[in-house]
Each structure stands twice: as C-alpha cells, then as structure tokens.
C-alpha cells in the first residue's frame, strides 16, 4: 500500500480478455430481471439496431472488477472494497459472443480512515471495436 501513496497518473496497461457469451448474457437477465428483447431474444434482436443480441450495459459494467484484478494488486490490505463510481458511460454495445478487456489508469489516491482511496479512470474495450463499450471512474478502497 506504500506505494500507491504516490501512484497517482500510473498507467496499469491492459488486462486479458474476457468473453461475452450469450449465456453469460441470459444469466445476467435472469439474476437482475432484465429480459429486455435486445439482450435474450436473437431472433428478434437479429433485425434490431445491432443485428445481434448484446450484454446489457451492467454487465459490462460488472465485469471491472476481474478485469481490474488483471491490472492491480494490492497484496498488503487486508480488504480491497469496490467503494463506488464516478460518471459511467457506455458509448458502444458488447455484441453476444464478443471479447472485451480493461484499460487503466490511477486518476487518484487519498488517505481514508483506516486506509486508502484509489479512483482509476477505467475503460473497457471490445475486441475489434473502434469506441469503447464503457468508461468509468471505478473507487476502490484498499483497507490496512
């Protein structure tokens, strides 16, 4: 944890690929209750916007976490907390089947009582995509 203390502006690179399938897709429907039509039914989703079905915004969202695992450790705190985040957008879909990976970037780290509070700026890019799926502002709280 020492080191983070003067880790602001670090770029952490870029994790591995995660795919997306249609079934992590459907699960994802099932557990929020969010059936809508672009998400589970292909048939439909075939002559929709995307012409394929895609993963909800959320569940992009939902995979910072492990991809953000890939980029930082911090092996010394005895909890790491997703605390929060900051503006999240999602400027292009995850089409069913497609691979995505993580991008960034230590935008800040300040002390909290009882340990610290990093906030990177995160990004989630497809695989072949030429805008990213999402780009968050992710607060994570590395307790001592």
């Not at 992590?24 to 075939?46: G, K, S």
């Not at 970037?105 to 995509?129: F, K, M, N, Y």
């Amino acid at each position: 944890m020492e080191s983070l203390r003067t880790a602001a502006g670090t770029d952490l690179g870029v994790s591995r690929w995660i795919e997306v399938p249609q079934d992590r897709i459907d699960a994802f429907a099932e557990a929020t209750e969010d059936r809508q039509w672009i998400h589970i039914d292909a048939e439909r989703a075939a002559t929709g916007p995307y012409g394929t079905t895609i993963a909800h915004g959320y569940l992009t969202l939902s995979l910072l976490p492990p991809l953000m695992a890939d980029l930082i450790a911090i092996k010394d705190a005895s909890a790491r907390l997703n605390y929060g985040l900051n503006k999240v957008r999602f400027p292009a879909p995850v089409p069913a089947g497609a691979r995505i990976r993580g991008r960034a970037r230590i935008v800040s780290v300040d002390e909290v009582p009882g340990g610290l509070q990093i906030v990177i700026q995160a990004t989630i890019e497809r695989e072949g995509g030429d805008r990213p799926a999402c780009i968050a502002e992710y607060i994570v709280r590395a307790l001592a």
